[in-house]
């Protein structure tokens, strides 16, 4: 079983920046692929962000490529998105997922979900 807790979200103004991080107590960390998610209300989970078991590779939506960061440090369970330059619409609860195995952008093929994190931005 995977337990995963994130933290880090709370009000920031346009522009500025939030880190979440999302903490797992799991065995065997690094053969999870992890990703974050995020969901307004009404609407659907939608892919952010997803690191490689061994936190080489990245991919990114098109939405955030080049202002959020997603990495990993396996020696102390966690992964983390550092997000820069926010707007208004990244409001949104951020989730953190993991998955045996290879990193996907798909929310349906992760096995393991955190509870997530309010991030606010106001304009």
């Known amino acids: 079983q995977v337990q995963l807790v994130e933290s880090g979200g709370g009000l920031v103004q346009a522009g500025g920046s939030l880190s979440l991080s999302c903490a797992a107590s799991?065995?065997?960390?690094?053969?999870?692929?992890m990703g974050w998610f995020r969901q307004t209300d009404g609407s659907e989970r939608r892919f952010v962000a997803a690191?490689?078991?061994?936190?080489?590779?990245?991919s990114y939506s098109d939405s955030v490529k080049g202002r959020f960061t997603i990495s990993r440090d396996n020696a102390k369970n966690t992964v983390y998105l550092q997000m820069n330059n926010l707007k208004p619409e990244d409001t949104a609860v951020y989730y953190c997922?993991?998955?045996?195995?290879?990193?996907?952008?798909?929310?349906?093929?992760?096995?393991?979900w955190g509870q997530g994190t309010r991030v606010t931005v106001s304009s």
């Open positions: 997922a993991a998955k045996r195995a290879t990193m996907t952008t798909r929310w349906d093929e992760y096995d393991y």
């Open positions: 799991v065995r065997a960390f690094s053969t999870y692929a």
């Open positions: 690191v490689t078991r061994s936190g080489i590779s990245t």
